[in-house]
């Protein structure tokens, strides 16, 4: 089995992009995911696409990959792209 791929849209000098990177890290080491970093300045498709809006995390690879969040984790979002079930609180 292969494992799950996030892309991580980032920059440099990006406290919102640390802060993602930083706890995404937990999530996908529970997972068994590879995290991919990409600076979207080196990548001119990518950042006339995502401008300003960075950090924004992908589930799969940048050029198809379906988005899950920006700015902020969405930890639901992403447990749930990597085939964990949502907690019910009821």
Same mark, same amino acid.
């Given at each position: 089995? %292969?494992?799950?791929? $996030? %892309?991580?849209?980032? /920059?440099?000098? &990006?406290? #919102? &992009?640390?802060?993602?990177?930083?706890?995404?890290?937990? #999530?996908?080491? /529970?997972?068994?995911?590879?995290?991919?970093?990409?600076?979207?300045?080196?990548?001119?498709?990518?950042?006339?696409?995502?401008?300003?809006?960075?950090?924004? #995390? $992908?589930?799969?690879?940048?050029?198809?990959?379906?988005? $899950? &969040?920006?700015? /902020?984790?969405?930890?639901?979002?992403?447990?749930?792209? #990597?085939?964990?079930?949502?907690?019910?609180?009821?």
């Amino acid at each position: 089995m %292969t494992a799950p791929t $996030l %892309t991580l849209l980032s /920059r440099a000098y &990006c406290h #919102l &992009c640390d802060e993602m990177q930083a706890a995404l890290a937990p #999530l996908a080491a /529970r997972h068994g995911a590879k995290v991919v970093v990409i600076d979207v300045d080196a990548h001119p498709a990518l950042e006339a696409r995502y401008g300003e809006r960075v950090p924004v #995390l $992908l589930a799969g690879a940048a050029e198809a990959g379906v988005e $899950l &969040c920006h700015y /902020r984790l969405d930890a639901a979002a992403v447990l749930l792209a #990597l085939g964990e079930a949502p907690v019910s609180r009821g």
